[in-house]
């Protein structure tokens, strides 16, 4: 259930993968990289939900090398130079051939326009990222939750956003497609969340919840000046 809020958005940050651009595009351009080395993936994905329950962390990347090593019965060596080169590499390069979702890289735009400070926080690496999908320059703050050593929906990554941001947190609006990590953990750290999909769950914590641009623009013009919604 979408929530109404009388706050001004001063800044909006955005999830980027399956929020820029559509996980259904990605799926298909990468399906063949990964069946071609489905253990690796499949271990590293189990590392990257076990890892988001520890706490306190030193070091995210090790850890998660170690527990997807552990997962292979592969050398912590082997492990580490695999995931950066098929898992950090090969696979966001597929992404040349993914196009952001509609109206996505309009609505950054015209947020600039407007004055409103933007950024992309991902829990995978941001710059080469938005440097092939054709988004880069567009924002104030850019960074990798990794760079926190947590992953979303730990607060780390959102406090960091914050700061970064130089805005009440607030007055900070976060959009991403998961519930449980981008709604979820944004909302407990006090920002205001946008939930791009088609099926809000109920009893939604989101502000807003939609599947195309255009509505979340249409939403967001009388809240970038502080005008109540009718």
Do not use: C
Not at 99 to 105: E, Q, Y
Request: aromatic residues 10%; neutral net charge; proline residues 5%.
């Amino acid at each position: 259930m979408e929530q109404e809020t009388t706050r001004t958005i001063r800044a909006v940050a955005f999830d980027i993968d399956g929020t820029l651009y559509s996980n259904w595009a990605m799926y298909r351009v990468t399906l063949p990289l990964v069946l071609r080395h489905l253990k690796l993936f499949r271990a590293f994905g189990k590392a990257r939900r076990e890892v988001r329950g520890e706490y306190p962390l030193d070091d995210l990347e090790r850890r998660t090398a170690e527990l997807t090593a552990s997962h292979l019965g592969w050398s912590l060596t082997e492990t580490r130079a695999a995931i950066r080169a098929i898992i950090y590499g090969d696979w966001e390069q597929r992404l040349s051939k993914v196009a952001p979702l509609p109206g996505a890289r309009d609505t950054v735009l015209w947020l600039r326009e407007q004055g409103v400070r933007t950024a992309a926080l991902s829990d995978f690496p941001t710059e080469g990222k938005l440097r092939i999908l054709g988004l880069d320059g567009l924002w104030d703050v850019s960074f990798s939750s990794e760079e926190t050593h947590y992953l979303k929906p730990r607060p780390e990554p959102f406090n960091r956003l914050v700061r970064d941001l130089a805005v009440p947190r607030e007055n900070v609006l976060y959009v991403g497609n998961s519930y449980a990590y981008d709604v979820r953990g944004a909302d407990e750290a006090g920002l205001m969340t946008a939930h791009l999909t088609r099926r809000p769950p109920r009893e939604s914590r989101a502000d807003f919840s939609f599947h195309r641009y255009e509505d979340l623009r249409k939403w967001l013009e009388r809240r970038i000046n502080g005008t109540e919604p009718d």
